[in-house]
């Protein structure tokens, strides 16, 4: 060591020590001498969890080629020029160009995925446009740098010389939320102050639009624990659709031709797919990426790092071919490489933060001696605990159903970012059980797709190959959680270890030094984010709020306190699982089988993960495997029944005391009889009903993806509306109540928003016209009025309960990429 290393080891000072579990749950204030006093102190029990929810969305906008912007950007693009200008002369084939005419072209549907809009500036109020001035600005807190650069991609002038506004759609609903608040005189101040403090929870994720929970939501027993969570975020997509009619009538979009839409969908669109198949990388970040108007001081500098996602994801994919090669999976040169652009962003789920109050006390009091230090090794090794159940989340809870075609099984595609994320063992264990699934052999000899799709085409016709139909797919096509490596594991407790696996992962050309950690449950950390807790991140597309999502944060947050107990009681610690990467690959295996809909998975025989093992003792039907000497075949339903029958056995006492019993009985139903219960079959069931199939198989894969879009874009949104309608009737009904109790305030919103009619009576007379989409402006714009006052109620109902409950109340996170 040279003197200058020596003289900066030496300023550094020696590394905190690390504590120990024990001065971890100590300082934490758990204490484990008896069941009731360990119910009332252990994190995430009783009523110590809130939540909240993100939301990703697809947009899109309906009408003809020549008055959507999508389609008029690539029409007017210096890429289609010069492609059109190199064909003429030679330069280039026409093949591309024809490609890229004929997607503008064939489109009969007339909907276009992740349009902007364009509307002229005139048709802005005052509120709107100083929203929209403001968000234009370089840094809105140094108004003096002048505007972004890009400004002119937002405020253009047409031909006639009139000044258009030009915005994504995530974008369109903070301008409508704008608009709203000052389109009447003499609104309630409740109403416009909620309403502009609402704006800041309409952003863009890297491609789609996303919403964050409006408040903090307590999650209580008596309420229905998840239940509160469901409510909230249905009444939040309620107030979206609400807010996306009324930029359509208030801005005129209809009469140019245009119709903007947001709902829940959770693959990349296909036509997105197909589009991105022949044009550049760069030309496919202008289209799609987030311009980061909204959520952001520096918004350019913001779209700069979402460009760096896209590259770097891209490139990602693309290392990930040298891989399967180092797996043995691609034995020859023969590979269809991925394309240089990546639709992963593309995908939207949902995300499920917990937050625990008691850990978030401890750690904003100065004299509880609990630190980050404690905070990390409990919080690890809990996620460590909580990422062995979930499986039963993937198809029980959300799905995204999937077609792959025959031609679609190249392993370089159908494997999408898992060479990141499971070791080679399991990598080839998985794609092994993945072909024979899908019945990909002939004469018993495996057969996989050539490439060229002249030769796969007749050969799958021939031999009546149809490819498989995967019931999470979302979960392969988006990097989920990334593999820790041998030097720096991602949950072993210590501090910086997350910096570490980044910094790894960049040098491997995985992800990037300033990308956030894909993780399937990512620690929210005090000190960065105001509260304790973990953040969900494995969840698709809910078929409904309050039967799936509500039911999901149940088990989310019973699964946490869960992990807890078993720390505080000395049953697991980070000794049990192992941190080294195989150990680690070898519990995600089953999460990512489960989304493929695998039979089975195998585990070694002496694995080092007690915690496992314990767990496979309850585990019925297990044998030795005859193709892996060593290993134990076990049946991914099997698995999955044995980790009800743990909670149950050892977690009665939270089950109890969240009153979570029909959350275990509806769980159980979920598994036992997946096609009628479980949001896979749910979902699949109404899919199919789009095309008059009974299974999937028995369409073309894109005969079924193109129905599964259209499934969600008409049929599963309008589902969505009718239950956050229900879940706002049954609002308006409690205010009416106690509006008769004297209460001025609420007497004076109900008066200048349903006429004095009655809220609940105003909502179900225009209630058929609304899901006919057809209302009136005024009348439109009344109910968006409504929906912001229960929100601003809710806030004070949750707020006087944290308040009334003494505990450290912090801010609703916001989740933003990276």
Same mark, same amino acid.
């Given at each position: 060591?040279?003197?200058?290393?020596?003289?900066?080891?030496?300023?550094?000072?020696?590394?905190?020590?690390?504590?120990?579990?024990?001065? $971890?749950? %100590? +300082?934490?204030?758990?204490?484990? *001498?008896? @069941? !009731?006093?360990?119910?009332?102190?252990?994190?995430? /029990?009783?009523?110590?969890?809130?939540?909240?929810?993100?939301?990703?969305?697809?947009?899109?906008?309906?009408?003809?080629?020549?008055?959507?912007?999508?389609?008029?950007?690539?029409?007017?693009?210096?890429?289609?020029?010069?492609?059109?200008?190199?064909?003429?002369?030679?330069?280039?084939?026409?093949?591309?160009?024809?490609?890229?005419?004929?997607?503008?072209?064939?489109?009969?549907q007339?909907?276009?995925?992740?349009?902007y809009?364009?509307?002229?500036?005139?048709?802005?109020?005052?509120?709107?446009?100083?929203?929209?001035?403001?968000?234009?600005? $370089?840094? %809105? +807190?140094?108004?003096?740098?002048? *505007?972004? @650069? !890009?400004?002119?991609?937002?405020?253009?002038?047409? /031909?006639?010389?009139?000044?258009?506004?030009?915005?994504?759609?995530?974008?369109?609903?903070?301008?409508?939320?704008?608009?709203?608040?000052?389109?009447?005189?003499?609104?309630?101040?409740?109403?416009?102050?909620?309403?502009?403090?609402?704006?800041?929870?309409?952003?863009?994720?890297?491609?789609?639009?996303?919403?964050?929970?409006?408040?903090?939501?307590?999650?209580?027993?008596?309420?229905?624990?998840?239940?509160?969570?469901?409510?909230?975020?249905?009444?939040?997509?309620?107030?979206?659709?609400?807010?996306?009619?009324?930029?359509?009538?208030?801005?005129?979009?209809?009469?140019?031709?245009?119709?903007? *839409?947001?709902?829940?969908?959770?693959?990349?669109p296909?036509?997105?797919?197909?589009?991105?198949?022949?044009?550049?990388?760069?030309?496919?970040?202008?289209?799609?990426?987030?311009p980061?108007?909204?959520?952001?001081?520096?918004?350019?500098?913001?779209?700069?790092?979402?460009?760096?996602?896209?590259?770097?994801?891209?490139?990602?994919q693309?290392?990930?071919?040298?891989?399967?090669?180092?797996?043995?999976?691609?034995?020859?040169?023969?590979?269809?490489?991925?394309?240089?652009?990546?639709?992963?962003?593309?995908?939207?789920g949902?995300?499920?933060?917990?937050?625990?109050?008691?850990?978030?006390?401890?750690?904003?009091?100065?004299?509880?001696?609990?630190?980050?230090?404690?905070?990390?090794?409990?919080?690890?090794?809990?996620?460590?605990?909580?990422?062995?159940?979930?499986p039963?989340?993937?198809?029980?809870?959300?799905?995204?159903?999937?077609?792959?075609?025959?031609?679609?099984?190249?392993?370089?595609?159908?494997?999408?970012?898992?060479?990141?994320?499971?070791?080679?063992?399991?990598?080839?264990?998985?794609?092994?059980?993945?072909?024979?699934?899908?019945?990909?052999?002939?004469?018993?000899?495996?057969l996989?797709?050539?490439?060229?799709?002249?030769?796969?085409?007749?050969?799958?016709?021939?031999?009546?190959?149809?490819?498989?139909?995967?019931?999470?797919?979302?979960?392969?096509?988006?990097?989920?959680?990334?593999?820790?490596?041998?030097?720096?594991?991602?949950?072993?407790?210590?501090?910086?270890n997350?910096?570490?696996?980044?910094?790894?992962?960049?040098?491997?050309?995985?992800?990037?030094?300033?990308?956030?950690?894909?993780?399937?449950?990512?620690?929210?950390?005090?000190?960065?984010?105001?509260?304790?807790?973990?953040?969900?991140?494995?969840?698709?597309?809910?078929?409904?709020f309050?039967?799936?999502l509500?039911?999901?944060?149940?088990?989310?947050?019973?699964?946490?306190?869960?992990?807890?107990?078993?720390?505080?009681t000395?049953?697991?610690?980070?000794?049990?699982?192992?941190?080294?990467?195989?150990?680690?690959?070898?519990?995600?295996?089953?999460f990512?089988?489960?989304?493929?809909?695998?039979?089975?998975?195998?585990?070694?025989a002496?694995?080092?993960?007690?915690?496992?093992?314990?767990?496979?003792?309850?585990?019925?039907?297990?044998?030795?495997s005859?193709?892996?000497?060593?290993?134990?075949?076990?049946?991914?339903?099997?698995?999955?029944?044995?980790?009800?029958?743990?909670?149950?056995d050892?977690?009665?006492?939270?089950?109890?005391?969240?009153?979570?019993?029909?959350?275990?009985?509806?769980?159980?139903?979920?598994?036992?009889?997946?096609?009628?219960?479980?949001?896979?079959?749910?979902?699949?069931?109404?899919?199919?009903?789009?095309?008059?199939?009974?299974?999937?198989?028995?369409v073309?894969?894109?005969?079924?993806?193109?129905?599964?879009?259209?499934?969600?874009?008409?049929?599963?949104?309008?589902?969505?509306?009718?239950?956050?309608?229900?879940?706002?009737?049954?609002?308006?009904?409690?205010?009416?109540e106690?509006?008769?109790?004297?209460?001025?305030?609420?007497?004076?919103?109900?008066?200048?928003?349903?006429?004095?009619?009655?809220?609940?009576?105003f909502?179900?007379?225009?209630k058929?016209?609304?899901l006919?989409?057809?209302?009136?402006?005024?009348?439109?714009?009344?109910l968006?009025?409504?929906?912001?006052?229960?929100?601003?109620?809710?806030?004070?109902?949750?707020?006087?309960?944290?308040d009334?409950?003494?505990?450290?109340?912090?801010?609703?996170?916001?989740?933003?990429?990276?």
């Open positions: 060591m040279d003197s200058e290393a020596r003289l900066i080891k030496f300023q550094e000072g020696p590394p905190p020590r690390q504590p120990t579990l024990a001065e $971890a749950l %100590k +300082r934490a204030g758990i204490d484990p *001498r008896d @069941s !009731d006093r360990l119910l009332m102190t252990l994190p995430f /029990a009783g009523e110590d969890a809130t939540a909240g929810s993100e939301t990703e969305l697809q947009a899109a906008v309906c009408g003809d080629r020549h008055r959507v912007d999508l389609p008029l950007a690539i029409e007017s693009s210096r890429y289609m020029t010069n492609l059109l200008k190199r064909a003429r002369s030679g330069d280039s084939p026409g093949q591309l160009a024809g490609e890229l005419e004929r997607f503008l072209a064939d489109n009969p007339g909907v276009w995925e992740n349009s809009v364009r509307f002229p500036f005139r048709l802005l109020n005052a509120e709107a446009r100083q929203v929209f001035q403001a968000d234009l600005l $370089a840094d %809105k +807190r140094s108004p003096e740098r002048g *505007r972004r @650069s !890009d400004a002119g991609r937002f405020l253009i002038e047409v /031909a006639d010389g009139e000044a258009q506004v030009r915005v994504p759609v995530s974008y369109l609903l903070k301008l409508a939320m704008a608009d709203v608040i000052a389109a009447r005189p003499g609104l309630p101040e409740s109403i416009v102050a909620t309403g502009r403090s609402l704006m800041g929870h309409y952003l863009n994720d890297n491609t789609s639009p996303e919403t964050h929970s409006f408040h903090v939501v307590p999650m209580r027993p008596d309420a229905g624990m998840g239940k509160a969570l469901a409510r909230e975020t249905a009444k939040r997509h309620l107030l979206t659709e609400l807010l996306i009619r009324y930029a359509n009538r208030r801005f005129e979009l209809g009469e140019s031709g245009q119709q903007a *839409r947001v709902y829940f969908a959770p693959h990349p296909q036509r997105q797919r197909a589009l991105n198949a022949i044009i550049p990388d760069s030309f496919y970040r202008e289209l799609f990426m987030s980061c108007l909204a959520g952001w001081d520096e918004g350019e500098k913001k779209h700069h790092y979402m460009h760096l996602c896209h590259q770097t994801l891209s490139r990602s693309i290392n990930a071919v040298a891989k399967l090669r180092e797996a043995g999976i691609i034995a020859n040169n023969l590979v269809v490489l991925p394309t240089l652009s990546n639709t992963s962003l593309a995908n939207n949902v995300h499920v933060s917990l937050g625990s109050r008691r850990l978030t006390s401890r750690l904003a009091a100065p004299g509880s001696g609990f630190h980050a230090g404690h905070e990390k090794i409990l919080g690890d090794l809990a996620i460590k605990i909580a990422e062995h159940f979930l039963l989340f993937v198809g029980s809870y959300t799905a995204a159903p999937y077609r792959l075609d025959f031609k679609d099984f190249h392993p370089e595609r159908a494997l999408g970012f898992l060479p990141h994320q499971l070791d080679y063992t399991h990598l080839r264990m998985l794609w092994r059980r993945w072909r024979k699934k899908a019945r990909l052999s002939v004469c018993g000899q495996t996989t797709p050539f490439g060229p799709e002249w030769i796969d085409r007749p050969v799958s016709r021939m031999f009546g190959l149809r490819g498989d139909f995967v019931p999470d797919f979302r979960l392969l096509d988006y990097p989920i959680c990334f593999l820790s490596t041998d030097r720096s594991p991602a949950f072993d407790g210590r501090l910086g997350h910096d570490q696996l980044r910094e790894d992962l960049a040098e491997m050309g995985v992800t990037d030094r300033q990308m956030s950690l894909y993780l399937f449950l990512k620690p929210r950390e005090f000190a960065t984010m105001g509260f304790s807790g973990v953040e969900g991140r494995h969840y698709s597309l809910f078929e409904q309050g039967r799936d509500g039911y999901a944060t149940s088990l989310q947050t019973l699964i946490m306190a869960f992990a807890y107990q078993l720390i505080a000395g049953v697991v610690s980070h000794g049990d699982i192992p941190d080294d990467p195989v150990t680690e690959s070898e519990r995600r295996q089953i990512f089988g489960t989304a493929v809909d695998l039979p089975t998975f195998f585990v070694r002496d694995t080092p993960n007690r915690f496992l093992r314990q767990i496979l003792g309850r585990t019925c039907q297990t044998r030795t005859h193709r892996y000497a060593g290993y134990l075949r076990i049946h991914h339903s099997e698995y999955r029944q044995a980790l009800v029958r743990l909670l149950k050892q977690a009665t006492g939270l089950i109890e005391a969240l009153r979570l019993d029909t959350m275990i009985d509806d769980l159980k139903l979920r598994l036992e009889l997946p096609a009628e219960c479980s949001v896979a079959g749910r979902l699949t069931r109404g899919i199919l009903g789009e095309v008059n199939a009974s299974h999937p198989l028995q073309s894969a894109p005969e079924f993806n193109q129905a599964a879009e259209r499934y969600y874009r008409e049929t599963l949104a309008r589902q969505h509306l009718v239950e956050g309608l229900e879940y706002l009737e049954r609002d308006l009904q409690r205010l009416d106690v509006a008769h109790l004297d209460d001025p305030s609420i007497r004076g919103a109900l008066a200048s928003t349903s006429g004095g009619q009655g809220a609940a009576a909502l179900r007379r225009i058929a016209d609304l006919a989409d057809r209302l009136e402006t005024g009348v439109l714009l009344r968006i009025h409504l929906v912001i006052f229960t929100t601003h109620r809710d806030r004070l109902r949750a707020d006087s309960f944290l009334k409950t003494h505990a450290h109340n912090y801010p609703t996170p916001v989740y933003r990429a990276g």
